[in-house]
């Protein structure tokens, strides 16, 4: 069972609570309990989770990460624990384009990637592309 409440009305940004439950193969029903969050025009994106057991009413796990999405890439950091491990994690990704006035660097290039030069506009945001701006050159 999934359960997902929009909270945008609340808060202003696009934002949902999260319930889902599931029984483990001794048949102990686990609860899973979160709020997920995109802020700043979609360059941030965060979750925190929680997980409970039902017979024992302890926590078993907790999960958090965040990443966010700028003009020269993608970082991103997420933390865990439970009853016997504690994770802390970092990523860092990005694209490199070579060209003939440089070197720029950006998000992550996928299938098909453009460079544009627009002389003299530096920090010009790309619509529909969260974080992705003109560089110091334009």
Known sequence: FLLSVPL?????HEMYATYQNSS???HDMNHDLGITGVAFNSQ???QARGQIEDKSKNQKATFLNASWRGTYGEIGANYSHNE???D???N???G???HSSGITFGQSISDTAALVEAKGVS???VLGLPGVRTDFRG
């Open 96 to 98: 490199v384009i070579a």
């Open 44 to 46: 941030l994106t965060w």
């Open 88 to 90: 802390i994690g970092m």
């Open 8 to 12: 945008q009305k609340l808060t202003n």
């Open 24 to 26: 483990s193969s001794k």
């Open 84 to 86: 016997i491990n504690r």
């Open 123 to 125: 920090g010009a945001k």
């Open 92 to 94: 860092v990704s990005g």
